[in-house]
T-cell receptor
Framework: DAGVIQSPRHEVTEMGQEVTLRCKPISGHDYLFWYRQTMMRGLELLIY????????DSGMPEDRFSAKMPNASFSTLKIQPSEPRDSAVYFC?????????????FGPGTRLTVL | DAKTTQPTSMDCAEGRAANLPCNHSTISGNEYVYWYRQIHSQGPQYIIH???NNETNEMASLIITEDRKSSTLILPHATLRDTAVYYCIVRVRQGAQKLVFGQGTRLTINP
């Protein structure tokens, strides 16, 4: 299995630009999570989906952030417009419900720099 | 979810056992103890979890005290590749999906 795939691995953009981060979860996993990691705040959960439906978006910082999961194999996290304080590493993770296994598997992350 | 307390940093010599403590004095009966680690520039990686019995897998052992107020993650023969930040997380296994990461313990394995 290829694991959770995220793209791009690095993104540098200018303030005000739209940024789209992408995630492909592990096949067969029915939960997908988006996290953000910064030095100041550590690792924070932004939003998670179950069977492509957003369940909890209470961690999404503000309306500039949006996430979608159009199908079981793809999710996006969009920031529009981006700001320098959005600079962070964004991780996607997935897990499956069945079999009593509830381990979350994380992707390699996208390092976002907003100038 | 119960709050956890971990030392900020620890050092261990290569080849020795690394023992990482975690206090979770407010843990409730249906909460599990999970351990994840994050190697530099990578996503967090699951290590092990347990409820009240000691657990062992190919990566580590988890020792939970009888009162469940603390636990210790043991890496039996630490290698340089075990240098990472180790997170102790307490949460209900069923239903709740969130993993709330604290600051963790930065473990450095020295040659």
């Amino acid at each position: 299995d290829a694991g959770v795939i995220q793209s791009p691995r690095h993104e540098v953009t200018e303030m005000g630009q739209e940024v789209t981060l992408r995630c492909k979860p592990i096949s067969g996993h029915d939960y997908l999570f988006w996290y953000r990691q910064t030095m100041m705040r550590g690792l924070e959960l932004l939003i998670y989906f179950n069977n492509n439906v957003p369940i909890d978006d209470s961690g999404m910082p503000e309306d500039r952030f949006s996430a979608k999961m159009p199908n079981a194999s793809f999710s996006t996290l969009k920031i529009q417009p981006s700001e320098p304080r959005d600079s962070a590493v964004y991780f996607c993770a997935s897990r499956r419900t069945s079999g009593g296994v509830d381990t979350q598997y994380f992707g390699p992350g996208t390092r976002l720099t907003v100038l | 979810d119960a709050k956890t307390t971990q030392p900020t940093s620890m050092d261990c010599a290569e080849g020795r056992a690394a023992n990482l403590p975690c206090n979770h004095s407010t843990i409730s009966g249906n909460e599990y103890v999970y351990w994840y680690r994050q190697i530099h520039s990578q996503g967090p990686q699951y290590i092990i979890h347990g409820l009240k019995n000691n657990e062992t897998n190919e990566m580590a052992s988890l020792i939970i005290t009888e009162d469940r107020k603390s636990s210790t993650l043991i890496l039996p023969h630490a290698t340089l590749r075990d240098t990472a930040v180790y997170y102790c997380i307490v949460r209900v296994r069923q239903g709740a999906q969130k993993l709330v990461f604290g600051q963790g313990t930065r473990l450095t394995i020295n040659p």
